[in-house]
């Protein structure tokens, strides 16, 4: 596609229920983040995938999260048992390579836990 | 820990004077170093990125940032400010792309 494409754009939980929040990179990107924007941290990195494999992991807040990513392509970020300190805007970016070539961003999941 | 520090939550400047938005960071090694905006329910645009060379970048939009070593410093600056500016601007260093740390963002107003 065009751009980076998130879905839901906008999704309301109650708490203690999964969710599921999409990522379609633009295509041919092999580097894939997920950040997280909330008022009161800022925007902070969960995870970045090369291909399907996950290098780096160590921004999940708890094992509530996880993510995964098929075919090199798109990518889940999943939060079970959703608690009300998960509401945020969920972003997810891509780039052609990890390093230095630059990360688009998509418009972000706005999860909003009641 | 790296970190990011954007000192002004918000900034009002009127349109058609100039602009510098601060940041400040701590970083052990040569940092990249990375200015994003994002306006009302848009995602972030890159603005310009330093990873080396030479310490004045030029980005899109009339943006220009410099880096200071020696100040831990990496200011944004435009010599005048249109309405269109209107938005919020995120300071981020990393080591590339693959991760990269945020600072907290300046908000900036821009008056008629």
């Known amino acids: 596609g065009a751009g980076v494409s998130q879905s839901p754009s906008n999704k309301v939980t109650e708490k203690g229920k999964d969710v599921e929040l999409r990522c379609d990179p633009i295509?041919?990107?092999?580097?894939l983040y997920w950040y997280r924007q909330s008022l009161g941290q800022g925007l902070e990195f969960l995870i970045y995938?090369?291909?399907?494999?996950?290098?780096?992991k160590s921004g999940l807040p708890s094992d509530r999260f996880s993510a995964e990513r098929t075919g090199g392509s798109v990518s889940t970020l999943t939060i079970q048992r959703t608690q009300q300190e998960d509401s945020a805007v969920y972003l997810c970016?891509?780039?052609?390579?990890?390093?230095?070539?630059?990360?688009?961003f998509g418009q972000g999941t706005r999860l909003t836990v009641v | 820990a790296q970190s990011v520090t954007q000192p002004d939550i918000h900034i009002t400047v009127s349109e058609g004077a100039s602009l510098e938005l601060r940041c400040n960071y701590s970083?052990?090694?040569?940092?990249?170093l990375f200015w994003y905006v994002q306006s009302p329910g848009q995602g972030l645009q890159l603005l310009l990125k330093?990873?080396?060379?030479?310490?004045l970048v030029q980005g899109i939009k009339g943006f220009e940032a410099e880096f200071k070593r020696s100040q831990s410093s990496f200011n944004l600056r435009k010599p005048s400010v249109h309405w269109s500016d209107a938005a919020e601007y995120f300071c981020?260093?990393?080591?590339?792309?693959?991760?990269?740390?945020f600072g907290t963002g300046t908000r900036l107003l821009v008056s008629p």
């Open positions: 970016a891509s780039s052609s390579r990890a390093g230095q070539s630059e990360a688009f």
């Open positions: 295509s041919g990107h092999t580097a």
């Open positions: 995938f090369q291909g399907n494999s996950a290098p780096d």
């Open positions: 970083y052990g090694a040569t940092p990249y």
């Open positions: 330093y990873f080396s060379g030479d310490t």
């Open positions: 981020a260093v990393g080591e590339g792309f693959q991760k990269l740390v």
